[in-house]
């Protein structure tokens, strides 16, 4: 996980340079959405064994609560459970 902007949590993935122990790049990934409210968290990865070298990373996304440091029309939203206004989102219950 990577803190992208105050209370903003997104899925991170570093390559780290085995010679030096020093990062090479660092990606973030999110499902969009309010970054405050929506958080994007991995917990595996895989090498995709192929001929690009490529990875999977295995990340879900959620509303964990409706924090203070909302808005208070963010917060008054998630409180209702409609704090992902995302298409297709499912709405939560109310607080």
Not at 4 to 16: F, M, P
Request: net charge positive; charged share 15%; hydrophobic share 35%.
């Amino acid at each position: 996980h990577k803190v992208t902007e105050a209370n903003a949590l997104s899925g991170s993935l570093t390559k780290i340079n085995l010679a030096t122990g020093t990062r090479v790049w660092t990606k973030t990934f999110s499902a969009g959405g309010n970054a405050k409210m929506i958080y994007n968290e991995c917990w595996g990865l895989t090498a995709m064994g192929n001929a690009t070298g490529g990875y999977a990373l295995s990340c879900g996304t959620g509303i964990e609560y409706c924090g203070s440091w909302l808005t208070a029309s963010e917060k008054a939203d998630c409180d209702q459970g409609k704090g992902d206004a995302r298409a297709g989102a499912i709405a939560r219950p109310a607080a």
